[in-house]
């Protein structure tokens, strides 16, 4: 049997993406920003993890001061391996989102939350 592609999700991602999502053929698995306790943590992501794509909200990945870690810090594993991790963000916001974020590299990508659904359809047929 063909392995599914799994999503990791962030806590409040919308469940009618998810819920689309596995209608689409996805499984989904919940994740963690590594301080909210939703799921795995994506800063301990392996090689092994079979984690196609992670989805979430700008402000997941954004630690509070009080945390000490960065948002590099949170998505290290997902640049290192590659993994696409697509958050969304309102278009009009993605000017000052992205200065926020600085350069984390092409797989960390913000994305109008009108376009989530059609960007993991893409990725689906990928």
């Not at 590099?72 to 998505?75: A, E, G, P, V």
């Given at each position: 049997m063909k392995r599914?592609?799994?999503?990791?999700?962030?806590e409040g991602t919308d469940?009618?993406?998810l819920t689309t999502l596995i209608a689409q053929g996805w499984d989904t698995m919940p994740v963690s920003n590594g301080y909210d306790g939703h799921g795995k943590n994506?800063?301990?992501f392996t090689s092994q993890s079979k984690v196609d794509v992670v989805i979430g909200y700008l402000h997941k990945v954004i630690a509070p001061l009080t945390a000490e870690i960065s948002t590099?810090?949170?998505?290290h594993a997902c640049?290192?391996?590659?993994?696409?991790v697509?958050?969304?963000?309102?278009e009009a916001l993605q000017g000052a989102a992205s200065?926020?974020?600085?350069?984390?590299?092409a797989n960390v990508q913000l994305v109008d939350p009108a376009e989530m659904l059609p960007r993991m359809k893409q990725l689906h047929k990928a």
């Open positions: 599914k592609k799994m999503v990791g999700y962030f469940s009618p993406w994506v800063a301990l590099r810090d949170i998505l640049i290192t391996y590659d993994i696409p697509l958050l969304a963000c309102p200065k926020i974020l600085g350069e984390l590299g």
